[in-house]
């Protein structure tokens, strides 16, 4: 009886060693995707030859305030994103919301969607994966709606600050999103906010809207994210303006995702 | 023997249990109709979506009359989320064609226990017929306490207006649901504080309406010459330009603190009206500084706040025909601003993201994080440790015997 208790013993000890092993690792992952990130920010930061805040600022509203030049390599990438590049030529871009942590670069894969849904910068293995452009985008020919996916990770990382724009007033205040190409700097102006079930049956599938084959399939589109969206934003995109997506999962229904839509207003 | 087994089990099962909770959903909202309760759990933070037909009942058994019951709803959200909580009807039958939308089937009238009128469909405008759902608010709950009850007098009926011309099938159709809505924060007003209750329930339409100023498109810098473009990479496109924002009068300005502005404590001088929210729109302060050129505008000539990283810094003019202008000066000495410049030696570059996959059956890739996993080991870790202690009593019991 004694051996029998004393087995038993061993293996709830062994259940809970394990389960603490994962949870260890669990967040150590984590920590260590913070990490590069931020590792990922600086150097874009100091590439950018940003200016350190000032101590005094000044503001005059209509006034434009004089803005750095844009530094380019003689193959035309941006300079701010090139040494980055130079480490891993899957980076496509980088994502920007200002007042959010959403500042991460953006990775592509030609032939697998789900590349970097599980992979770092550095290609390893990491359970945030690092955002990524939809495979079947072309940002040469520009496609009509740029597709970026990222997890929504409970620390706050990735993509889990988009769902904050289930609220009108984090809308008015984060309206532009920042998706800079390697070549290019652009500004997204949101227009939808939307929750959408996988697999349900009023499914929206705008995972399969890359190019429009038409006007009336372009207008089609953006009134659907405009009818599913949880406010209106009274801006309605034009045929012939770049779409931006930003999908992740939310949390509300099994298996349901958390877009946010957005149309290009400047591209230098 | 048998209950030291049973003791061992259940403190394995409460020590489970309590692990659990602390991943588990914390918010609850009650929904009590005269004396049929209903308890919906979801998580704090996430919008509500409580379906309310069994509750109500089968709508069908209202006939001739009207249906008068008292609801209480009380709505726990242990994080003192300040929610708008809304009655939703919905309908699968929208449709523009349609003479009445068959949100308008049934009647509703919703007081307070004082008789103030909350909602009554006899006053409220009718809705479109393409329209799939209509939010009644009930109120703003959870301002100051986690707990927090409201008590209504609800009647409903059939509209005799609308009814004959909607039809039961249609009619019938319609769904009845609690949902929730971070609460959006007072318009700006000089002194409002974002946490105060107002007296009367908030009167948000379900889509709301934008008003206010124009912000402008700032207009770009020069742009980079063409020939810093390497014409091999640089794939001349056909793609339309983008069209920029018309530029519109500048009349407020946002800066965000940790982008243009750095966290800190400033003094704030200038002639502009200069809010300061959080990142959700939470207002922290709104206040008018003035460098006392003219008399006949009301402020203050500097003020000192802190701000921090996400804050959102909205200039806006004084008065009509006055230039908005306003000047932060950290109250601490800081770092003097440098620039860097890097010019990296560049290689060929590589063509931008193009597709080489031809489109097949596409997936949505799962983007979800896995707490779930990690809330069930941990509970699973508290009952193994539980169990493994309970079997060392009942080991030591043995021996001691």
């Known amino acids: 009886m004694k051996r029998k208790i004393t087995l038993l013993q061993i293996l709830f000890l062994c259940v809970f060693a394990g389960c603490g092993a994962y949870l260890i690792k669990y967040n150590y992952d984590r920590a260590q995707t913070e ?20 101590d005094k600022l000044e503001i005059t509203v209509g006034e434009t305030a004089e803005e750095p030049e844009e530094q380019y390599e003689s193959n035309g990438m941006l300079s701010r994103y090139y040494p980055l590049y130079e480490q891993n030529t899957d980076m496509v871009g980088w994502i920007k919301i200002n007042g959010t942590k959403i500042d991460y670069p953006v990775m592509f894969n030609n032939s697998n969607n789900v590349y970097y849904l599980h992979r770092n910068f550095y290609k390893e293995n990491s359970a945030a994966g690092t955002p990524y452009l939809d495979y079947q985008c072309d940002l040469q020919n520009w496609s009509d709606n740029l597709i970026i996916y990222s997890h929504n990770m409970k620390n706050g990382t990735m993509f889990h600050e988009l769902l904050d724009y289930k609220s009108l007033g984090f809308w008015e ?3 532009i999103v920042n998706f800079d190409t390697m070549y290019y700097r652009c500004e997204y102006e949101v227009f939808a906010a939307f929750r959408t079930a996988v697999g349900s049956e009023d499914e929206f599938k705008y995972y399969e809207f890359i190019n429009a084959g038409s006007k009336q399939e372009f ?3 953006v009134a659907r994210c405009k009818e599913l969206s949880l406010y209106d934003t009274k801006i309605t995109p034009q045929y012939g303006e770049t779409l931006l997506t930003l999908s992740t999962c939310s949390y509300n229904v099994n298996d349901e995702r958390f877009v946010v839509a957005a149309r290009q207003i400047s591209k230098k | 023997m048998k209950r030291i087994y049973f003791g061992a089990a259940f403190a394995a099962a409460a020590i489970g249990v309590n692990t659990a909770a602390v991943f588990a959903a914390d918010a609850n909202v009650t929904v009590s109709l005269d004396d049929e309760k209903a308890v919906y759990t979801y998580t704090a933070g996430e919008e509500l979506s409580a379906p309310l037909g069994e509750l109500f009942g089968s709508f069908e058994d209202i006939g001739g009359g009207a249906v008068k019951k008292t609801m209480t709803v009380t709505s726990e959200a242990e994080r003192g989320e300040e929610l708008v909580l809304s009655l939703r009807l919905s309908t699968d039958d929208a449709d523009a064609a349609l003479e009445y939308s068959p949100l308008d089937y049934y009647t509703f009238r919703i007081t307070d226990p004082e008789n103030n009128v909350i909602y009554d469909s006899a006053e409220a405008e009718l809705s479109d017929p393409a329209d799939k759902q209509k939010d009644i608010t009930l109120g703003i709950f959870n301002t100051s306490e986690a707990e927090d009850t409201k008590e209504y007098v609800i009647e409903y009926g059939i509209n005799a207006e609308t009814a004959p011309a909607i039809g039961e099938e249609l009619g019938g159709g319609v769904g009845i649901e609690l949902v929730s809505a971070a609460y959006e924060g ?3 007003s000089p002194g409002a504080s974002a946490s105060a209750a107002p007296a009367a329930p908030a009167t948000l339409k379900p889509k709301f309406e934008l008003g206010g100023v124009a912000s ?7 742009q980079p010459t063409a020939t810093a473009q390497s014409a091999a990479s640089e794939a001349a496109t056909e793609a339309p330009a983008p069209t920029e924002t018309a530029a519109a009068e500048e009349k407020e300005r946002k800066i965000i603190c940790g982008e243009e502005i750095a966290p800190g404590r400033y003094t704030v001088t200038g002639n502009a009206n200069v809010k300061i929210e959080t990142k959700d729109g939470e207002i922290i302060s709104e206040t008018a500084v003035t460098d006392g050129s003219d008399e006949s505008i ?4 500097q003020f000192i706040t802190s701000i921090e990283k996400g804050d959102v810094i909205t200039i806006t003019p004084v008065a009509e025909g006055v230039k908005a202008s306003v000047s932060f000066e950290k109250t601490n000495s800081g770092s003097s601003s440098g620039t860097k410049n890097v010019t990296a030696a560049s290689a060929s570059g590589k063509s931008t993201a193009s597709p080489t996959a031809s489109a097949s059956s596409k997936t949505n890739p799962k983007t979800g994080d896995m707490s779930l996993t990690t809330a069930v080991l941990g509970s699973v870790m508290g009952v193994s440790a539980a169990a493994a202690g309970c079997l060392e009593v009942v080991k030591r019991k043995k021996s001691g015997k």
Do not use: F, I
């Not at chain 1, 990490?35 to 000032?54: C, F, G, I, N, W």
């Not at chain 2, 402008?216 to 020069?222: C, H, R, S, Y």
């Open chain 1, 173 to 175: 205040n984060h309206r």
């Open chain 1, 35 to 54: 990490k590069e990130m931020e590792y990922l920010q600086d150097v874009v930061r100091e590439s950018a030859a940003e200016t350190e805040q000032p």
């Open chain 1, 219 to 221: 207008d089609d589109y």
């Open chain 2, 186 to 188: 007072a318009q700006a």
């Open chain 2, 298 to 301: 009301k402020g203050v000539k």
């Open chain 2, 216 to 222: 402008a498109t700032a207009a770009p810098a020069a």
